[in-house]
T-cell receptor, first 114, second 115 residues
């Protein structure tokens, strides 16, 4: 079975600072990896996804993530945090079965301070 | 397109009561699923469907029932509500279940409190 581990349930950064949210995966087959964002009292929205086309994936709102097979990681970064980035971020991996089921990590809440 | 819609937004139930959470999508998506979100546990898959008339269990199916009579609708039924089912429920859909890289689109969620 595939799994995802997100290190750090809460991350706090200053506005303008680098954002780094960590995600490590476990998979017996080449994975498809996703980052979703959830703003307060809303559903989840796709930020970006890795589908083996390129190891550096660019997403919306200035976020990007790099797939590193040797480290089994897919960390999410943004060079300069904005107050509007405050949200919960989820890393997810596609199930290896026949349906496009997602297995989610436990989430990281990002706080951005002035 | 309205995308994925869910009703109600919030519901309070007493232990033992039954109810149905509604989910609809207008994007002609094959794949639909239900997740529950609990603090510190991320989202866990309850049930999913790869097309009308086809459903299957996810990670945490006990106490829940689903059916898919049309492509658009995928209701989730709580047969006899328990306090452990207090959670936020999300419905999601994607165009094809055959591609593992498909983007899933989420509804706004239903917040359920079972007393």
């Amino acid at each position: 079975a595939q799994s995802v581990t997100q290190l750090g349930s809460h991350v706090s950064v200053s506005e303008g600072a680098l954002v780094l949210l960590r995600c490590n995966y476990s998979s017996s087959v080449p994975p498809y990896l996703f980052w979703y964002v959830q703003y307060p009292n809303q559903g989840l929205q796709l930020l970006l996804k890795y589908t083996s086309a390129a190891t550096l994936v660019k997403g919306i709102n200035g976020f990007e993530a790099e797939f590193k097979k040797s480290e089994t990681s897919f960390h999410l970064t943004k060079p300069s945090a904005h107050m509007s980035d405050a949200a919960e971020y989820f890393c997810a991996v596609s199930d290896g079965g026949t349906a496009s089921k997602l297995t989610f990590g436990t989430g990281t809440r990002l706080q951005v301070t002035l | 397109n309205a995308g994925v819609t869910q009703t109600p937004k919030f519901q309070v139930l007493k232990t033992g009561q039954s109810m149905t959470l509604q989910c609809a999508q207008d994007m002609n998506h094959e794949y639909m699923s239900w997740y529950r979100q609990d603090p510190g546990m991320g989202l866990r898959l309850i049930h999913y469907s790869v097309g009308a008339g086809i459903t299957d269990q996810g990670e945490v199916p006990n106490g829940y029932n689903v059916s898919r009579s049309t492509t658009e609708d995928f209701p989730l039924r709580l047969l006899s509500a328990a306090p452990s089912q207090t959670s936020v429920y999300f419905c999601a859909s994607s165009y094809s279940w055959r591609q593992k890289q498909e983007t899933q689109y989420f509804g706004p969620g239903t917040r359920l409190l079972v007393l």
